[in-house]
């Protein structure tokens, strides 16, 4: 039997556990939604200006794919890019976006559990999104936009937002294009160059689509589900062949979105901050 004194090293180190591994914690966060007031403000004060705007959407991606894919994938890329800029914080994932006519439906409300809001609302959203930020002293802002068919409204609003500021303001909104070619045009030629094909990459839910979600959020993917489906349009929304999708091939496409992304985000900022133009 063991002895109430010979318990007591045991229950010291089991006390000192939790303490020391919390002693050691990781990098501040850069989600806004995980800062308290002040601790952004503090951020402010030091000189962050860039706040990054993830625009996700509930969309159906076929039967292996979950309805949350884009929210999931571009937060978990806004953190890594924020993350690697060193001086941006990330807004809340807008999930409601528009998906198509809801009556009669059309666009991917075809499928059960798509959400679509009409474009105006979105735009409206998007711009009180803008102008709450830039009232905290976040100046510049760029919008990452996961899915495309939503692009225009990206466009038009940071046209309208950007004329609106006075002309000696060097704050801007930026719909940042390069973020959404990297995820697919730039994305599918990595794979084309390994001897996939494009009926194979497809352009949505297919080996590009599932590869990427594999490695940024693993737990939206269903590879059983995916590896039984016949090559070939099934209708079940998905253009491509997701059966060889791996979370390797999927951080080739994550990594070279954050790359891309980073690179053009540089490569505006000098120059807003120092000449004002957009």
């Avoid at 091939?249 to 133009?277: F, M, N």
Wanted: contains cysteine.
């Amino acid at each position: 039997m063991t002895s109430s004194a010979a318990r007591w090293p045991l229950l010291l180190l089991a006390a000192l556990l939790p303490a020391a591994a919390g002693a050691a914690p990781g990098p501040p966060s850069v989600q806004l939604e995980e800062l308290s007031w002040t601790e952004l403000r503090e951020r402010i004060a030091g000189g962050v200006r860039t706040a990054l705007v993830p625009l996700g959407g509930t969309e159906q991606s076929g039967p292996h794919l979950a309805l949350g894919k884009h929210n999931q994938r571009v937060r978990w890329l806004a953190e890594r890019i924020a993350q690697r800029l060193g001086d941006a914080v990330v807004a809340p994932v807008l999930a409601y976006v528009p998906e198509g006519r809801i009556a009669p439906p059309a666009g991917h409300m075809r499928w059960t559990g798509t959400l679509s809001i009409p474009e105006p609302a979105f735009e409206a959203v998007l711009t009180a999104t803008v102008r709450s930020l830039r009232a905290h002293g976040l100046c510049d802002v760029f919008f990452l936009g996961d899915h495309g068919g939503y692009r225009p409204s990206l466009e038009r609003v940071a046209l309208a937002l950007n004329r609106e500021a006075a002309a000696a303001s060097h704050c801007r909104v930026h719909a940042l294009p390069e973020y959404y070619r990297a995820a697919t045009d730039g994305f599918a030629a990595l794979l084309q160059a390994r001897g996939y094909t494009p009926d194979e990459v497809g352009t949505h839910a297919g080996l590009a689509d599932t590869a990427l979600t594999l490695a940024t959020a693993p737990a939206l993917v269903r590879m059983d589900v995916a590896q039984a489906r016949p090559r070939g349009a099934q209708g079940d929304g998905v253009t491509g062949d997701p059966r060889r999708a791996t979370a390797e091939l999927g951080r080739l496409g994550a990594d070279h979105i954050v790359e891309q992304s980073v690179a053009a985000i540089r490569q505006r900022l000098p120059e807003l901050r120092t000449t004002g133009k957009p």
